[in-house]
């Protein structure tokens, strides 16, 4: 009888534990469903910006809403110029890079641009008063950030427009970030400056003019998220989410200007009229509200970087940049408001 009983026992045990094991891991669900948001620590994401200034507002935009948060990711945003940009990224020392990425990919760094925000280059060539013209810039000292980076593209193409060419008759300094070129400038090392909207308002603001704006003499843009190779095919969905996060930053700068202003100013240190007047620039048709890039403006960009490479073969526009997660993100969002 009590053999009986014991193997009752351990017939209904099994059922018993099944039905308990299935309480523990609905309870456990509910309780990660609730917690989610709260409970799990977000991934530290470093990204490069080739300085403070409006080619990387999308990106504060995004941190200051909470859209990278929500993606899982807490965000460090590292100025640096393109050609550390790249090392580091490529190094893994950073996970995303909003710098220029096209020269060095030409030169066989396996990168790909992964979205674009500003489509119009918001650059000028600002000078101090005594420099009326570009002509005037001859046997003088320019600012860029380095060989790799949008500014040398703009001033070069306006010196060639004005029958000079860097190196020839123009010494070209690379100096980094704005806020070192600026300083440079102000303290009289050159005489000229690719300044982007608030770098020109800024400077503006102390005297200085623009005599070239870079719209007039090139195709190109500012402002990108790029990625490694590996890193698209390996890890696509992390950054996915980066993409789209972004792409919501860009969209939340054009949608909510009061907030633009104030972070915009607070992030660059200019004024908050000065910011505003950025804010009217770039929602006129200079940021791309879908972080697409127009084929023109590509095959522009590749051509200049193959004259600087020395690239004679005729390069694809996939193998530089690749919007498939730009244009997902865009689909999934297509009835999302900041």
């Not at 190779?229 to 969905?237: S, T, V």
């Not at 104030?262 to 910011?275: E, H, V």
């Amino acid at each position: 009888m009590a053999t009986d009983v014991c193997k009752s026992a351990y017939r209904r045990k099994p059922r018993t534990a099944m039905f308990l094991s299935f309480v523990v891991l609905l309870f456990g669900s509910v309780v990660r469903e609730a917690f989610a948001g709260s409970a799990a620590e977000p991934t530290r994401l470093r990204i490069s910006i080739p300085g403070v200034g409006s080619s990387s507002y999308p990106l504060i935009m995004a941190q200051k809403k909470g859209y990278f948060r929500a993606e899982g990711y807490e965000v460090e945003l590292i100025p640096m110029a393109a050609g550390l940009a790249v090392k580091t990224l490529l190094a893994g020392e950073v996970g995303v890079t909003a710098a220029g990425t096209v020269l060095a990919n030409l030169q066989g760094a396996k990168v790909r641009v992964v979205m674009g925000f500003i489509r119009e280059l918001p650059y000028d060539l600002v000078v101090p008063p005594e420099i009326r013209r570009v002509e005037d810039l001859r046997g003088r000292k320019i600012a860029v950030a380095d060989r790799g980076s949008v500014t040398f593209f703009v001033v070069r193409s306006i010196l060639q427009a004005h029958g000079m060419e860097p190196d020839r008759d123009v010494t070209l300094l690379n100096m980094g970030t704005p806020a070192v070129r600026h300083q440079a400038l102000l303290a009289g090392i050159v005489h000229g400056v690719v300044a982007n909207f608030d770098g020109t308002a800024l400077l503006a603001d102390r005297g200085y003019h623009s005599v070239a704006k870079a719209g007039r003499f090139m195709k190109g843009f500012a402002g990108s998220l790029s990625v490694t190779q590996e890193q698209l095919e390996k890890r696509p969905d992390d950054v996915f989410r980066a993409v789209r996060a972004t792409l919501k930053g860009i969209r939340a700068y054009l949608a909510q200007r009061d907030e633009a202003i104030k972070y915009s100013s607070a992030w660059t240190k200019i004024s908050a009229d000065n910011a505003a007047k950025v804010h009217e620039l770039m929602s006129a048709g200079a940021l791309a509200p879908d972080g697409l890039l127009d084929r023109e403006t590509m095959e522009s960009v590749i051509q200049e970087s193959r004259e600087v490479a020395g690239v004679k073969r005729a390069v694809k526009l996939d193998e530089v940049f690749d919007f498939r997660l730009v244009q997902r993100a865009n689909d999934e969002l297509r009835s999302w408001r900041p």
